[in-house]
């Protein structure tokens, strides 16, 4: 009977660790292509995953969630404000050979659409509108360099020392446009605490009706360029960038259940693998390799 009892028992504590054994395999770190990589709890701060967290490098457009950011956290902001397309954007994109969100020169659009065509293609153009408008000074040049400085200020409140902005969109020709994984997780963390700022990077498209300088209507639709919204189950958004000294970027967070997680990935060659794996390795769920990524259309923007 002892002899029977101590198998039982045996059988039973082996019944009782398989469930452990499989949480534990949930729980191994995954391997992460990205140069580096940072990945935290939305509501309590904590740090889930940390990949070369504290090592400066460049973020290319995701730059621009601290330009949104920026201009929702003007007071009094006004997002049905009407700006007027200049040429100067237009020309801008021209020599820079940057992604565009089309802007019509002398059109009028909202401060609203701009956050859109900022954020979805990643505009260069509707960034510049942006820096323009809420940058003060007599002359474009003085409201960008004005505006870009509250860039900084922005950064230097959330306490971020590794974090500096030369661009309002990433494209920085004198290479002082940098940050780390860790201070652009906290960035990204900060924008999201704005409702507007979070309906704004969870769309995968979206359609503004503008006006134009003759009095007419024109439609822009922009798509997207997070491949991983409406790819990764929960996903809510943030940024992509790629520039040739910072590679592929991705922003990204994603909520399942009562947990958000907002993670970074810098340099990485397979960046949407990256986040699902560690989104994954935040929620304890394996759902990427099954990953199958949302398709943009040909006239969309890449970025």
Same mark, same amino acid.
Request: glycine share 8%; aromatic share 8%.
């Given at each position: 009977?002892?002899?029977?009892?101590?198998?039982?028992?045996?059988?039973?504590?082996?019944?009782?660790?398989?469930?452990?054994?499989?949480?534990?395999?949930?729980?191994?770190?995954?391997?992460?292509?990205?140069?580096?990589?940072?990945?935290?709890?939305?509501?309590?701060?904590?740090?889930?995953?940390?990949?070369?967290?504290?090592?400066?490098?460049?973020?290319?457009?995701?730059?621009?969630?601290?330009?949104?950011?920026?201009?929702?956290?003007?007071?009094?902001?006004?997002?049905?404000?009407?700006?007027?397309?200049?040429?100067?954007?237009?020309?801008?994109?021209?020599?820079?050979?940057?992604?565009? +969100?089309?802007?019509? #020169? /002398?059109? *009028?659009? @909202?401060?609203?659409?701009?956050?859109?065509?900022?954020? =979805?293609? &990643?505009?260069?153009?509707?960034?510049?509108?942006?820096?323009?408008?809420?940058?003060?000074?007599?002359?474009?040049?003085?409201?960008?360099?004005?505006?870009?400085?509250?860039?900084?200020?922005?950064?230097?409140?959330?306490?971020?020392?590794?974090?500096?902005?030369?661009?309002?969109?990433?494209?920085?020709?004198?290479?002082?446009?940098?940050?780390?994984?860790?201070?652009?997780?906290?960035?990204?963390?900060?924008?999201?605490?704005?409702?507007?700022?979070?309906?704004?990077?969870?769309?995968?498209?979206?359609?503004?009706? +503008?006006?134009?300088? #003759? /009095?007419? *209507?024109? @439609?822009?639709?922009?798509?997207?360029?997070?491949?991983? =919204?409406? &790819?990764?189950?929960?996903?809510?958004?943030?940024?992509?960038?790629?520039?040739?000294?910072?590679?592929?970027?991705?922003?990204?967070?994603?909520?399942?259940?009562?947990?958000?997680?907002?993670?970074?990935?810098?340099?990485?060659?397979?960046?949407?693998?990256?986040?699902?794996?560690?989104?994954?390795?935040?929620?304890?769920?394996?759902?990427?390799?099954?990953?199958?990524?949302?398709?943009?259309?040909?006239?969309?923007?890449?970025?």
């Amino acid at each position: 009977m002892r002899k029977a009892a101590v198998v039982a028992l045996s059988a039973g504590l082996l019944l009782a660790a398989s469930p452990l054994a499989s949480s534990a395999q949930a729980a191994t770190k995954p391997t992460v292509g990205g140069k580096g990589a940072f990945l935290l709890n939305n509501s309590s701060s904590a740090t889930v995953f940390s990949k070369a967290p504290d090592t400066k490098r460049q973020m290319a457009s995701t730059t621009k969630i601290m330009t949104a950011a920026v201009v929702l956290s003007t007071k009094g902001v006004d997002l049905n404000k009407k700006v007027t397309v200049k040429q100067a954007y237009r020309d801008y994109v021209t020599k820079e050979g940057a992604s565009t +969100a089309d802007l019509r #020169t /002398g059109d *009028k659009v @909202t401060v609203r659409q701009l956050l859109y065509g900022t954020m =979805l293609p &990643s505009g260069c153009d509707a960034a510049y509108a942006l820096a323009d408008t809420y940058g003060t000074g007599s002359t474009v040049a003085a409201r960008k360099k004005s505006f870009i400085s509250k860039m900084n200020a922005k950064a230097k409140s959330l306490g971020l020392k590794n974090t500096k902005f030369d661009s309002f969109d990433g494209i920085s020709s004198g290479g002082n446009n940098y940050t780390t994984p860790r201070d652009l997780a906290k960035i990204a963390q900060y924008a999201m605490k704005n409702s507007n700022f979070r309906a704004v990077v969870k769309a995968t498209k979206y359609v503004a009706p +503008a006006t134009t300088s #003759t /009095g007419k *209507k024109r @439609t822009y639709t922009w798509y997207n360029t997070n491949k991983l =919204l409406g &790819s990764y189950k929960g996903a809510i958004g943030i940024k992509t960038g790629t520039g040739t000294a910072a590679g592929p970027c991705l922003v990204f967070a994603a909520t399942r259940g009562s947990k958000t997680l907002v993670g970074v990935v810098l340099n990485g060659s397979d960046r949407y693998a990256d986040a699902a794996k560690l989104l994954d390795y935040g929620f304890g769920t394996k759902t990427a390799k099954t990953m199958k990524l949302r398709t943009l259309p040909a006239s969309a923007q890449q970025d």
